[in-house]
C-alpha cells in the first residue's frame, strides 16, 4: 500500500474540458511535487509545494494550475490541455527538501488529451 | 551537460542471475543523495535505495546494493538473485543539497528484463 495516493489513475479528456488530477499522502511530509513523464523523456518536475507554499514553478503552461490546500493534498487542474498534454503525471512528497530526504511517488494518474 | 547518465537503454538477466545497472552522476556540491527507483509498467515509481555522499559503507537493501564509488562519481545498483518481478524501468536520480533546491534530477532510465 502506498503512501502517496492519486486519483484518478486514468483519465481520458477533451481539449476543451476542465478536469483536476488529485494527490494525497499519508506519510507526515511537508514538501509535495509534481512529476511530469512523456514516452521516451527523463521525468519533468513541474510544480514544488514546501508547507503549502509554492516554491517551484519550472516554466509550466498556465494551463495546468496546481492547488496545495495542506500540506496533506495536491491537486493539479488541468483545462485546455493539447494532445502533446498526454503523459503519465506523478505525484510525490518528502518530508523536506534537502539532498537526504527520499522522495516517495504514487501510482501516478496516466493522462490521454483527445 | 547531463547530470545523471544511465548508458543502458536496455538489459536482460537469467532469473536467479545477479545484474548491475550503470549510474554515472555530475555535480559540483560536497553534500548530495543518491537514489534508485523501480518503475513497472503499471506507472508507480518505487523507491529502492538511498546512498548519501557522506556515506562510507554502500548503501544496502535486501537484494538491491548500490556500488558507490565517489572518485569515479559512480552510483551503480546491484541486483542479486533476480526474479521476474524485478522486470521493469530503473530510474538513477540525484539531489543535491544546493543548486537545484534540493530537487531529484533522473536520469533516462535503463529496461531490465528478467528471462525465465
Known amino acids: 500500500e502506498t503512501g502517496v495516493t492519486q486519483t484518478p489513475r486514468h483519465l481520458v479528456m477533451g481539449m476543451t474540458n476542465k478536469k483536476s488530477l488529485k494527490c494525497e499522502q499519508h506519510?507526515?511530509?511537508?514538501?509535495m511535487y509534481w512529476y511530469k513523464q512523456s514516452a521516451k523523456k527523463p521525468l519533468e518536475l513541474m510544480f514544488v509545494?514546501?508547507?503549502?507554499?509554492?516554491?517551484e514553478n519550472n516554466s509550466v503552461p498556465s494551463r495546468f494550475s496546481p492547488e496545495c490546500p495542506n500540506s496533506s493534498h495536491l491537486f493539479l487542474h488541468l483545462h485546455t490541455l493539447q494532445p502533446e498534454d498526454s503523459a503519465l503525471y506523478l505525484c510525490?512528497?518528502?518530508?523536506?527538501?534537502?539532498?537526504?530526504?527520499?522522495?516517495?511517488f504514487g501510482e501516478g494518474s496516466w493522462l490521454t488529451v483527445v | 551537460a547531463q547530470k545523471i547518465t544511465q548508458t543502458q537503454p536496455g538489459m536482460f538477466v537469467q532469473e536467479k542471475e545477479a545484474v548491475t545497472l550503470d549510474c554515472t552522476y555530475d555535480?559540483?556540491?560536497?553534500?548530495?543523495?543518491l537514489f534508485w527507483y523501480k518503475q513497472p509498467s503499471s506507472g508507480e515509481m518505487i523507491f529502492l535505495i538511498y546512498?548519501?555522499?557522506?556515506?562510507?559503507q554502500n548503501a544496502t537493501e535486501g537484494r538491491y546494493s548500490l556500488n558507490f564509488q565517489k572518485a569515479r562519481k559512480s552510483a551503480n545498483l546491484v541486483i542479486s538473485a533476480s526474479q521476474l518481478g524485478d522486470s521493469a524501468m530503473y530510474f538513477c536520480?540525484?539531489?543535491?543539497?544546493?543548486?537545484?533546491?534540493?530537487?531529484?534530477?533522473f536520469g533516462k532510465g535503463t529496461k531490465l528484463s528478467v528471462k525465465p
Open positions: 555535480t559540483s556540491d560536497q553534500s548530495y543523495g
Open positions: 509545494y514546501n508547507f503549502k507554499e509554492q516554491t
Open positions: 546512498q548519501g555522499s557522506y556515506d562510507e
Open positions: 510525490a512528497s518528502s518530508q523536506m527538501r534537502g539532498a537526504a530526504n527520499t522522495i516517495y
Open positions: 536520480a540525484m539531489r543535491e543539497g544546493r543548486g537545484s533546491q534540493g530537487n531529484l534530477i
Open positions: 506519510l507526515g511530509h511537508n514538501a
